[in-house]
């Protein structure tokens, strides 16, 4: 053993030198995020150039400029189109929107009435907030309330007709009422509806096979308004004479099918993902098919496929704004629909009508989309490299 | 030999009802029963409502007059031609709309989802807003928007906005000048051909020679030169026979030139722009599917970014990018058909009047389904094929 001379040990950490003033702060962070080369200097230029150029215009236009409350049309006009404004004015008609708000919501529901639509929204966020919370517990009774007894319950409500509340078409719905009710139920519907044609198209029989592929791939090849097209002209043929069916329905049934199609693709890819081992495993543990589905397959296909899945419902509730076309109003439609109101048709209210009810969708569909990577994340189990 | 014999003759021992074939059978038995009631229930219902309507079915009705007018018509049609002249029309405008727009979605959408992937904070913030603002609204709102919200507050033809090159915009559309292709000017195209058939040859022997030698040629510099050289010499030989017809403003309109409907150009932008969002999220998830030791071996060969990204980087990425890329392009080609909200006279368009017309329902949707299922086929078919050539050679 070879001995060391020990005579000085440091017997604390030395402490670490602050970083060279070159790399840190915001001189380095600009040098190496913005300025890094001579072409990257070129993009940050193009780039300033382009947000100077429209950030300013938009701000100007939905904020500064903008109108936010008025009677009627002339807030909103040019001293030349008949309103107060100077000319050459440019901004938002948030009035408009403000004017029209409760129509927005709930369409041509009656104004008295309208405290069920409102109730039924509240019911939703009750029940939807702690299902979307995992530290919540009761999930399974959570989860019943929500699928079942709700749509139970909003029928009802919204409906009316029983328990002495006074019938209300659902013609006379519109709004967001329709945007949300149409795509709460095509959720709905069409998850358990895709699980049972993905296990169809992977099923051994098969005629049940053939039935699904061709379902699944017929609906996929056509756009949804050939589907909801199909549903207003052609359901009413197919049913005997004298039994009508509700525009709702038949939107909610073209929806809620074309929506299935796609889910039962993207569930697929979760079940072919599943190693063939699992499917074994359960096997020899003699479970039955249903099972085997339920207890070891399922919960480890959908959970892979959650993004695609959340996808699906982005898709479908952007895509609910296509019933505007076969004449319902949802809310794009009611917005778009009162455009024509000549109380208040300017240059600005199409765009501010538009802005707003693009909004309000991004809303949803971006809280969706996080939503579901927050998921992902707390769903990970290290199955993906 | 007996045992076997024995084994084979056992009967089996579980009853009938837990035999997986024979449950298999009658599932499957029951399935069809029930389809083909059900079928045969729709089917008696339809012939009674039709018989009650006084509709005939059949295909007849195609050759009957359509006698509407269609706006945008790229062959020939007036309100004289047929119902069935009518939905190829609409059939035309709807592969017209659905290819530039996959075009345009394409460049802006490989533009964006490398922007993301940029490593300049700016550029990629900038096109990160895009991807997000425009994936979470949906497509209808964007061609309301471009239609009602830009288009229509555009000035009136009085005004109208000069742009360059003898373009005006207004709300009636935007106004180019339209080429006037004289006596001799089947020389340019012929000479475009030839100089396309001669870049791809000459892109052949370089890489043959490549291959052989390794000496490179430019090949790019020399296509481009042959590919805008040759229709420019033709051009010129054949005594300059192009000419140009400039919109002119007169007082209430603009008289010639060629003219881009307002619906057409809301429903290509808004087509564009909404699925370039899609295609830009598929690049990016490409391009960042290429191991990270790919493009680190690349450098320690010595090649420098660009080439990194061209020769190594890229080809990789476009193996994982074109499946989701195909769906996007089937995709725009389906949604071309919301061009019915905003009066397009596209397939669906076109059809949904003949049926609101003739009252032939399931005849058109019949017509409908089968030209939107045989453009996804045909689609899928090439990019599949397109998919193969690009897929991994595995040696």
């Excluded at chain 2, 010595?302 to 990789?316: C, K, M």
Aim: aromatic letters at 12%.
């Amino acid at each position: 053993m070879q001995e060391h001379d020990m005579s000085w040990v440091r017997t604390e950490m030395a402490l670490a030198q602050p970083a060279p003033a070159g790399v840190t702060g915001f001189s380095a962070w600009v040098r190496k995020n913005l300025i890094a080369s001579t072409g990257d200097t070129i993009l940050t230029i193009i780039g300033f150039a382009l947000v100077a150029m429209i950030l300013p215009q938009i701000i100007n236009w939905a904020f500064i400029n903008a109108v936010w409350t008025g009677p009627n049309r002339t807030v909103c006009a040019t001293v030349a189109q008949g309103g107060i404004q100077p000319d050459g004015w440019s901004g938002a008609c948030w009035a408009f929107v403000n004017a029209k708000f409760g129509q927005i919501m709930f369409g041509t529901y009656p104004v008295e009435e309208r405290w069920r639509p409102i109730l039924v929204g509240i019911l939703l966020v009750v029940l939807m907030v702690p299902m979307l919370m995992p530290s919540v517990p009761r999930k399974g009774l959570n989860a019943l309330l929500l699928i079942v007894g709700l749509p139970i319950v909003s029928f009802f409500l919204l409906v009316g007709g029983a328990f002495g509340l006074e019938h209300v078409e659902t013609a006379r719905w519109g709004g967001l009422l329709v945007t949300l009710s149409l795509s709460f139920v095509a959720i709905v519907v069409s998850l358990p509806l895709g699980i049972v044609l993905a296990l169809g198209r992977r099923s051994k029989m098969p005629i049940v096979k053939m039935l699904c592929v061709i379902f699944i791939e017929a609906v996929r090849g056509i756009p949804l308004i050939t589907v909801l097209f199909m549903a207003s002209v052609m359901l009413p043929l197919f049913l005997p004479p004298g039994v009508t069916f509700d525009k709702y329905l038949r939107a909610l049934i073209g929806v809620s099918l074309f929506a299935a199609a796609y889910m039962a693709e993207v569930v697929r890819g979760g079940l072919q993902a599943i190693p063939k081992g699992q499917y074994e495993g359960a096997d020899s543990l003699g479970l039955g098919y249903w099972q085997k589905m339920y207890f070891i397959v399922m919960p480890q296909a959908l959970k892979l496929v959650i993004p695609g899945i959340v996808n699906t419902f982005i898709g479908m509730f952007k895509d609910t704004s296509l019933v505007t076309i076969i004449s319902m109003f949802d809310l794009l439609g009611i917005v778009k629909q009162n455009f024509s109101d000549a109380n208040w048709a300017t240059a600005q209210t199409a765009k501010s009508g538009l802005i707003f009810a693009a909004f309000v969708f991004w809303l949803f569909c971006f809280g969706m989309s996080r939503y579901s990577m927050y998921t992902e994340r707390r769903l990970d189990t290290g199955h993906k490299r | 030999m007996a045992s076997q014999e024995v084994l084979r003759e056992e009967p089996s021992r579980a009853s009938l009802i837990n035999d997986p074939k024979v449950r298999s059978i009658f599932y499957q038995c029951l399935v069809v029963a029930l389809l083909v009631s059900g079928v045969w229930w729709i089917v008696h219902n339809t012939i009674v409502n039709l018989t009650n309507l006084h509709i005939a079915s059949g295909f007849a009705f195609l050759r009957g007059r359509a006698g509407f007018d269609i706006s945008d018509t790229a062959i020939a049609y007036t309100s004289d031609s047929t119902y069935g002249r009518a939905i190829i029309v609409g059939l035309i405008n709807t592969l017209i709309v659905a290819f530039v727009g996959i075009i345009t979605a394409t460049i802006i959408g490989f533009i964006v989802g490398i922007g993301r992937l940029s490593q300049n904070w700016l550029i990629q913030k900038i096109c990160t807003v895009y991807v997000e603002v425009f994936r979470n609204i949906p497509p209808l709102l964007v061609i309301f928007f471009w239609y009602s919200g830009v288009l229509a507050v555009l000035p009136a033809p009085r005004d109208s906005i000069n742009l360059p090159f003898g373009s005006f915009l207004n709300q009636r559309g935007f106004y180019f000048p339209r080429a006037v292709w004289g006596d001799g000017s089947w020389l340019i195209p012929v000479g475009l051909l030839v100089g396309i058939a001669m870049a791809w040859f000459v892109a052949r022997k370089a890489h043959q020679r490549q291959m052989a030698t390794g000496q490179q040629f430019p090949v790019f510099w020399t296509s481009l030169a042959l590919i805008i050289g040759l229709p420019l010499l033709a051009y010129v030989l054949s005594g300059f026979p192009v000419t140009f017809d400039f919109p002119k403003q007169s007082t209430f309109n603009l008289t010639g030139g060629f003219v881009v409907k307002p619906e057409f150009l809301s429903l290509y932008l808004a087509l564009s722009f909404y699925t370039a969002a899609f295609i830009a999220e598929i690049v990016r998830a490409g391009i960042r599917g290429v191991a990270k030791g790919q493009s680190e071996a690349s450098s320690a060969l010595g090649l420098r970014a660009g080439q990194a990204l061209r020769l190594v980087v890229v080809p990789q990425a476009m193996r994982i990018v074109i499946p989701p890329l195909a769906s996007q392009y089937l995709n725009l080609t389906k949604n071309s058909s919301l061009a019915i909200a905003i009066g397009y006279p596209d397939l669906t368009a076109t059809t949904g009047t003949v049926l609101n017309q003739t009252g032939q329902a399931v005849e058109c949707v019949v017509i409908m389904m089968v030209i939107y299922l045989a453009i996804s086929l045909l689609t899928s078919l090439f990019m599949n094929w397109f998919n193969a050539k690009m897929a991994l050679v595995e040696r």
